[in-house]
C-alpha cells in the first residue's frame, strides 16, 4: 500500500503539478484512510461506499470541520480515480458520496489605518527590522501568497521597471511593487541581507537569521509579533494582506479583472468574493452616514 501511495503522489506531482502544501494534504487524508480500513481488516482495493460513509461519519463524530471532511473525501476521490485509471480497481466506491456544505467566510480585511499601523512596527534601525518591513511592505503592496514571497529570488526583483516576477508552480506572473515597497526592499538590500545571508550562492531574496531561506512558518510568526506590537485586535494572518490589498484596490477604482490578474487566480470568482465585501463596507458607510438611510 506504502507503493501505491508513493506512485499516486508522483502522479500527482508530476502529471498534475500540485504544490508540496497540497501533496502533503493528500498523502495524509489518503494514509488516515488507509489506517482506518486497516483497523476494519479490509483494503483500498475491496472498501465499498458504505464503509467510506461509515468514515465520513467516524470524522463527523470526531467534530472534523466540514472543510476537512469535504478535502478528504475529495482527496479519496483523486486516489480511487488513479487506481481505476491503472485498472487496480474495476469500480469507484466514491461515485454518488457528497461532500458536506462549506459556509464561506467573508475574508478577514484590514482597514487601511490598521495597514499604515502595522507597517510601521518593523525598527529599520536594525538587520531584522529591515527585512520584516521590507516583507510587509511588498506583500500588502501586490498581494502575493506566503509561498511566492518566501520562494522570491533577488533576480525575481526588476528595480528598473518597477516589478516583481511571482512564481507559482510552473506558473508566474509580474506585479507591480510602488514606491514604498520599492523604498523598503532597497533599503533591505543595501544595508541588511548581505550581512544575514548564508553562503555566496544563496539566491533568496528573504532570509532568517541563520542566513537560509525564511519558511513560511518564519514569516507566520513576523505577522503575529508585530500584530501584537501593533495591538491589533483582528487577527492578522499573511492572507489577511492578500484579502486587504485586493479590497483596498477595489474600493479605489480597480477593475476585478485586474485585481484577478495580480493575485493570480484563475477563477475570476475567487476574486468577485472581494466585490460583495466591497458593497457590504458601501453600505454600512451609507446606513451610518445618509440622513434618510
Given at each position: 500500500?506504502?507503493?501505491l501511495?508513493?506512485?499516486f503522489?508522483?502522479?500527482?506531482?508530476?502529471?498534475?503539478?500540485?504544490s508540496?502544501?497540497t501533496?502533503?494534504s493528500?498523502?495524509?487524508?489518503?494514509?488516515?484512510y488507509?489506517?482506518f480500513?486497516?483497523d476494519?481488516e479490509?483494503?483500498?482495493l475491496?472498501?465499498?461506499?458504505?464503509?467510506?460513509n461509515e468514515?465520513i461519519?467516524?470524522?463527523?463524530k470526531d467534530?472534523?470541520?466540514?472543510?476537512?471532511i469535504?478535502?478528504n473525501?475529495a482527496?479519496?476521490?483523486?486516489?480511487?480515480?488513479?487506481l481505476?485509471g491503472?485498472?487496480?480497481?474495476?469500480?469507484?466506491?466514491t461515485k454518488?458520496?457528497?461532500?458536506?456544505?462549506?459556509?464561506?467566510?467573508?475574508p478577514s480585511v484590514?482597514?487601511?489605518s490598521q495597514?499604515?499601523?502595522?507597517?510601521e512596527q518593523?525598527k529599520t534601525?536594525d538587520?531584522k527590522?529591515?527585512r520584516?518591513?521590507?516583507?510587509?511592505?511588498?506583500?500588502?503592496?501586490?498581494?502575493?501568497?506566503?509561498?511566492?514571497?518566501i520562494?522570491?529570488?533577488?533576480?525575481?526583483?526588476?528595480?528598473?521597471?518597477?516589478?516583481i516576477?511571482?512564481?507559482?508552480?510552473?506558473k508566474?506572473?509580474?506585479?507591480?511593487?510602488?514606491?514604498?515597497?520599492k523604498?523598503a526592499?532597497?533599503?533591505y538590500?543595501?544595508?541588511?541581507r548581505e550581512?544575514?545571508?548564508?553562503?555566496?550562492?544563496?539566491?533568496s531574496?528573504?532570509?532568517?537569521?541563520n542566513g537560509n531561506?525564511l519558511?513560511?512558518?518564519?514569516?507566520w510568526?513576523?505577522?503575529?509579533?508585530?500584530q501584537?506590537?501593533?495591538?491589533?485586535?483582528?487577527?492578522?494572518t499573511?492572507h489577511?494582506?492578500r484579502?486587504s490589498?485586493?479590497v483596498?484596490?477595489?474600493?479605489?477604482?480597480?477593475?476585478?479583472?485586474e485585481?484577478?490578474?495580480m493575485?493570480?487566480?484563475?477563477?475570476?470568482?475567487?476574486?468577485q468574493?472581494y466585490?460583495s465585501?466591497?458593497?457590504?463596507?458601501?453600505?454600512d458607510v451609507y446606513?451610518?452616514?445618509?440622513?434618510r438611510?
Open positions: 500500500m506504502e507503493d501511495i508513493k506512485k503522489l508522483n502522479y500527482l506531482q508530476n502529471d498534475k503539478k500540485l508540496k502544501n501533496l502533503e493528500y498523502r495524509r487524508d489518503v494514509k488516515n488507509v489506517a480500513l486497516n476494519k479490509m483494503t483500498i475491496n472498501s465499498n461506499q458504505d464503509v467510506i468514515y461519519a467516524k470524522m463527523e467534530k472534523k470541520l466540514a472543510s476537512t469535504s478535502r473525501i482527496s479519496i476521490r483523486s486516489f480511487y480515480k488513479y481505476n491503472e485498472n487496480l480497481v474495476k469500480a469507484d466506491p454518488g458520496i457528497e461532500s458536506p456544505k462549506i459556509e464561506r467566510k467573508a484590514l482597514s487601511n495597514v499604515e499601523l502595522l507597517l518593523p534601525s538587520l527590522g529591515l520584516d518591513k521590507a516583507m510587509l511592505e511588498l506583500v500588502y503592496a501586490t498581494g502575493i501568497r506566503v509561498t511566492e514571497l520562494n522570491l529570488d533577488i533576480a525575481d526583483v526588476d528595480f528598473q521597471k518597477g516589478y516576477t511571482a512564481k507559482n508552480n510552473d508566474s506572473r509580474a506585479i507591480p511593487i510602488g514606491s514604498m515597497a523604498k526592499l532597497n533599503e538590500l543595501d544595508k541588511a550581512h544575514m545571508v548564508k553562503g555566496e550562492n544563496n539566491t531574496l528573504f532570509v532568517n537569521v531561506r519558511t513560511r512558518q518564519g514569516f510568526k513576523i505577522i503575529k509579533f508585530y501584537e506590537q501593533a495591538h491589533i485586535d483582528v487577527d492578522i499573511p489577511t494582506l484579502h490589498f485586493a483596498h484596490l477595489l474600493e479605489n477604482g480597480a477593475e476585478i479583472s485585481i484577478q490578474e493575485l493570480g487566480h484563475a477563477d475570476k470568482t475567487s476574486t468574493v466585490a465585501i466591497t458593497q457590504n463596507r458601501l453600505k446606513n451610518k452616514a445618509h440622513p438611510a
